[in-house]
């Protein structure tokens, strides 16, 4: 098993920013963060491969940035220009390969609420 803690969320103003973190207990082969508003399907925000190739949705795509600290286990997801629709529940997850460009998660933390007012 992975454990994964997310940190970092919490309520902002449009046009401001977050860092969002997530600790893992082990390394895995990809991470990613997901996200899902109150009543909405989970989405995909960002993916990175071990060698730090990047994907990203294409509605954050110029304001969210996806690293990660290899010797930590630790990823972040760096989050600018925030709007009121990027307010859901960010979840951290982590597996062993990818679908297409996207980590197939295969473990998921517990996730962190990040609101954004207008």
């Known amino acids: 098993q992975v454990q994964l803690v997310e940190s970092g969320g919490c309520s902002v103003q449009a046009g401001g920013s977050l860092r969002l973190s997530c600790t893992a207990s082990?390394?895995?082969?990809?991470m990613a963060w997901f996200r899902q508003a109150p009543g909405e399907e989970r989405e995909r925000v960002a993916s990175?491969?071990?060698?730090?190739?990047?994907t990203y949705a294409d509605y954050v795509k110029g304001r969210f940035t996806i690293s990660q600290d290899n010797v930590k286990n630790t990823l972040y997801l760096q989050m600018n220009s925030l709007k009121p629709e990027d307010t859901a529940m960010y979840y951290c997850?982590?597996?062993?390969?990818?679908?297409?460009?996207?980590?197939?998660?295969?473990?998921w933390g517990r996730g962190t609420q990040v609101t954004v007012s207008s």
């Open positions: 997850a982590a597996g062993p390969g990818y679908s297409g460009s996207w980590c197939l998660g295969s473990y």
């Open positions: 082990k390394y895995t082969y990809c």
């Open positions: 990175i491969k071990s060698s730090g190739s990047t």
